[in-house]
């Protein structure tokens, strides 16, 4: 580590339980991004300017004038048209030039995800929908990478850390095939702009604490978000011995 990095991420490393060890496990590390949107913004912004080495994000969609309320990685109205993770790149190298930063701007299918992911040393979901977030939690759970999940809509959110090391709950112990019945992204039911901050950012702290192994991750805890009262709770999520992902039954 360098002099203008010692700098740079002094902050974190005055911390006992980050160290120079601990940030240089941020400096190697690859974490691998699925979506730019509300939730992937702030993610990709917080570790991003903390320091992990290599980026990986994936977003095929385009940025439009209503994603601007809350993606706000795409910092301008010039970046309507542009693809979100060309857009998200340019962003996050303005905010540290010295990092790595692979902008996946086609929708992966599952043998290209199921690569990314065993590449990855964490995945983080910022989908909006149950069919990427199945697909992902399938891909994370064969490649034995950590899954750090996400979701937000209205005034509420939640985060979940699954470990996939073998033992513990998958996403599908928590979600079943029925989910897809229920209309659940932003734009049909609207969301409050800072709520996916909060989210994301949180996401981006358990990503961090899996990377550097300190901390007590929300692994297999549903931590849960209600922004109108401004409550949190959290609940224990156990493995569902008949789940088509992760039960060995």
């Known amino acids: 580590m360098n002099d203008d990095q010692l700098l ?3 902050r974190q490393i005055m ?15 690859r974490v691998l991004i699925i979506g730019m949107g509300g939730l992937g913004s702030p993610i990709a912004m917080y570790l991003a300017s903390a320091g ?27 970046r ?23 902008a996946l701007s086609h929708k992966l299918d599952e043998p290209a995800l199921l690569a990314q992911a065993q590449c990855a040393d964490v995945v983080i979901d910022g989908t ?18 950590p899954l750090v999940s996400g979701a937000a809509i209205r005034m509420e959110g939640q985060v979940i850390v699954f470990a996939n090391q073998g033992e513990g709950s998958c996403y599908r112990c928590l979600y079943k095939d029925d989910a897809n019945d229920v209309a659940t992204t932003c734009s049909e039911n609207g969301v409050l702009s800072p709520v996916v901050g909060i989210i994301g950012s949180v996401q981006a ?9 300190i901390g007590k991750p929300l692994v297999s805890r549903l931590l849960l978000l209600d922004a109108y009262t401004m409550d ?13 992902v992760c039960s060995n039954t």
């Not at 911390?15 to 601990?22: C, N």
């Not at 702290?205 to 192994?213: D, F, G, P």
């Open 52 to 78: 992990v080495g290599h980026l990986v994000i994936c977003d095929f969609d385009e940025v439009d004038l209503s994603n601007l309320q809350r993606q706000i990685i795409h910092s301008s109205e010039q």
């Open 80 to 102: 309507i048209g542009q693809n979100k993770a060309e857009s998200a790149k340019e962003t996050l190298l303005q905010l540290n030039p010295h990092i790595q930063v692979t």
């Open 232 to 244: 949190w709770r959290t609940l224990k999520l156990p493995a569902d011995p008949q789940c088509p």
């Open 128 to 145: 909006d929908n149950f069919d990427a977030r199945f697909l992902l939690n399938q891909v994370c759970y064969q490649a034995r990478t």
């Open 8 to 10: 740079r991420y002094s």
């Open 15 to 29: 911390l006992p339980y980050v160290g120079i060890e601990g940030q240089e496990k941020l400096l190697n590390a």
């Open 205 to 213: 702290v358990e990503a961090m604490k899996l990377i550097m192994s």
